[in-house]
Each structure stands twice: as C-alpha cells, then as structure tokens.
C-alpha cells in the first residue's frame, strides 16, 4: 500500500508492551498480542480463536485476528474480522488503516481509498501527506471521480512535486479526461523526474505510441517525438527507448534515419554485452536497407554481421535466404540457412515457404512438396505468395489440377 503503514508494526508493538505491562499480569489476550507482536501468526490466531468464540463482537479480538488471519494470507476472513473491528469502533485509526491494508492487498483500491480518505479527514496532521492523498486519488478513479481525483493528485503534487506515484496518476487521468495540453506537460515532468526508473518512462511512452491512432499523431506527433528524444537524452542506455525512437523513425519513413539509429543500437547492445540486441539491430538495418534503399549487396554484408553476433537468428536466416532466392544466388548457401530456421521452428509458414521455395528452384519438386503441405496447416493458406509457390511446385510435379485450385486460391488472396 505505498508504505503507508510503515509505522504501524511499530505502534502495534510498543502498544503490546505497554498492555502486557498493565497490573493483573498477562491475560491471554495480551498473551496472543504478544505472540502476534514476535511474528508467530498461526500460533496468534489459534490463541485468538477460543476468545472470539467467547466474545464474536470484541473488537480488540476481532482486530488481532484480523491482522494475523491478513499475515496468513487468510484474506477472506481477515476481511471478516478486521469489518467487525471497524464497526464496533468507527474512530479506531489502527482499525481503519489495518482494514485499508487488507483492501489494498486484495486489489480493491477504491474501498482502500475510501478508508484512508476517512483517516485523511479524521486527522490531517497525521494522515494528510502525499501518499496517502495519491491513494485517495486512485480510488476515485476507478469510481470515475475524476475531478475530484484530479484535485487529489494535484495536493498531492502541492506537497512533492516530484511524487511519482502522483506524477503519474494525474498524468494518466489527463490523458483520459483528453486535457492534452496538461497531459504531456505532465508527461515531460514525468520524464524529467529522477527518481523514476528509465524502464518506467520508455514502457509509458511506449504504451502511449500503442494506443493511439492516426489523427491522434497527426496533431500531437511532433510532441511524442520530442519527449521520445528528451527521454534518450536522459537515459541513453536505456535499449527500450532507443528501440521506440526506432518506431518513430519509420513512421516517418525517415530511412537514413533508421540506418543511423539501428547503429546507435546495435553499438548499445555491444556495450550492454547484449550480443541479440546487436543482432535485432543489424537485422531491422539489414531488412531497410534491402527493402528500402534498394541496396542488396550492403543488406547482404548487414545480415552477415548480425549473424557473427547471433548465428541462430531466424528472422535473419530467413530474409537473406530468401533474398538470395529471388536473385538466384548463391542456392546453396540459401538452402542451408533456410533450412536452420525450419530446424528452429518446424510450424513456421513463412519460413517453411522459404525452404520449399529454394527447394523448387534447385529443381527439387518432390522435397518440396511436404514443406508446403506443412505450410498449409500453419497459416499458409492465408499467404497469396505462398499458395503462388505451392501452385508452382504442385505444376512441375504434374498435379495440375491442384495446381489450379491453389492457384485460384492465391489469386483470390491478392484481391
């Protein structure tokens, strides 16, 4: 629960002492508050158990067992007893903030919230802080509160302007209520803020680029791109964030761009001893450079590099074979680095394509043949490409029929 009860073990144990300290001697009672105290929950609630039989509505009992019951993880009748405290004595703060705990644990923030926004009131000195305000905030979030959340986070913020549990709250719940203008500024506070981990920042922005839409980065990419840039200069080893400045880089279709940054990464990667994350790097850099500067002996040398760092890379055995099989080169050399990525994936259409295909153009019908039935059952049919080569190997083995029917197939795909 944010630690809000970091205190609390602390006067629980100095209340045990003092009780057990009262004239009369030890009564069993405060003889299973003093078990509690030294961490023997089990032991607690079995001493606890005979007393709340004699006495269901005591509340002391029912808060002792209670706690132990939470300790156990007993957490429906933890909820059973810390309720029945709560409601024999309503001003009990220790009650009330052992029964927000256990809400807390279970996941239910807004009757959490609800509880520490009642300790909140019953005693500002004590309980006004911003913790406990961000709590507050959360749980009227998920009731849909959203004015009053957002005036929640904002004393929080008031307090420590750097709360990242506050930070965000507000920020994610602008985004929501679509305050854009008051979203990112939030956001670049967000980012700004030291005492946030970089994986925390990049995860955000990058959860961020997955939901929105097009007419959304059309007003408000120029924004993302520059927090996206912000984040890198702050955090430069951060692998995550350099992967989404990336992303933003083929959305802009920016290919020189992407060929730089793919270095960045893959120099990152080396640094990190990360020898996959060079070789992702060199594969994406490898890919544009075929694809899209039109480069094939560069691409060739890329693919090469990344496969010294990852010599099993699939997404790379695949493409340099099959780029070779277009070009009709170097078969052999294709054939065997396709047939790697079948060895690695046996269900894999797009690789076990590739393998028939280079197969048919060594003039090896009939090997081919099972690749493509494989295929089949693997997605295959809903490739045009691949029910093109399928046509091709099914004609040349003289199946001409079938050859037809995956043919029409293939050329139905491709409407």
Request: aromatic residues 10%; glycine residues 4%; hydrophobic residues 40%.
């Amino acid at each position: 629960m944010r630690k809000v009860f970091t205190a609390y073990l602390a006067l629980l144990l100095t209340a045990c002492c003092l009780r057990a300290q009262a004239p009369g001697g030890t009564d069993p009672f405060l003889q299973a508050a003093a078990v509690y105290a030294e961490g023997n929950y089990a032991a607690a609630r079995e001493l606890l158990r005979p007393l709340h039989e004699q006495d269901p509505a005591d509340d002391a009992v029912n808060y002792y067992l209670g706690l132990s019951e939470m300790a156990l993880r007993d957490f429906d009748a933890a909820e059973e007893h810390l309720n029945a405290a709560v409601t024999a004595d309503s001003t009990n703060a220790w009650y009330i903030y052992a029964l927000a705990s256990l809400y807390d644990v279970k996941g239910d923030q807004v009757l959490a919230g609800e509880l520490v926004e009642k300790l909140v009131k019953m005693s500002p000195a004590q309980y006004n802080n911003p913790n406990t305000l961000s709590m507050v905030a959360d749980a009227k979030v998920m009731a849909r509160q959203d004015s009053t959340a957002l005036a929640y986070y904002n004393k929080a913020l008031e307090m420590d302007p750097e709360y990242v549990p506050a930070q965000l709250g507000r920020t994610e719940l602008l985004r929501r209520m679509g305050n854009f203008p008051a979203f990112f500024s939030g956001l670049e506070a967000f980012i700004r803020n030291e005492a946030v981990r970089p994986e925390i920042k990049s995860n955000y922005l990058t959860m961020l680029m997955d939901n929105i839409d097009s007419p959304f980065y059309w007003v408000w990419g120029d924004t993302i791109n520059r927090l996206v840039d912000l984040d890198r200069e702050l955090h430069p080893e951060d692998y995550d964030i350099q992967m989404l400045k990336l992303r933003m880089l083929y959305i802009k279709e920016d290919w020189p761009g992407v060929i730089d940054q793919c270095e960045v990464m893959a120099d990152l990667g080396r640094a990190q001893g990360d020898l996959s994350r060079v070789a992702e790097a060199l594969a994406i850099k490898g890919d544009v450079q075929y694809q899209e500067l039109k480069d094939a002996k560069l691409a060739y040398k890329t693919y090469e590099e990344a496969l010294k760092a990852d010599p099993d890379r699939t997404s790379v055995l695949n493409n340099y074979a099959y780029y070779l099989s277009l070009e009709h080169r170097k078969l052999r050399k294709a054939l065997k680095m396709s047939r790697r990525t079948v060895e690695l994936e046996p269900d894999n259409a797009t690789y076990l394509d590739t393998y028939g295909w280079i197969l048919y153009l060594l003039h090896k019908p009939k090997e081919a043949k099972p690749c493509f039935k494989h295929a089949m059952l693997y997605g295959g049919k809903d490739s045009a490409v691949i029910l093109e080569h399928y046509s091709k190997v099914l004609e040349a083995l003289g199946e001409t029929d079938l050859a037809t029917y995956y043919k029409n197939l293939s050329e139905q795909k491709s409407k």
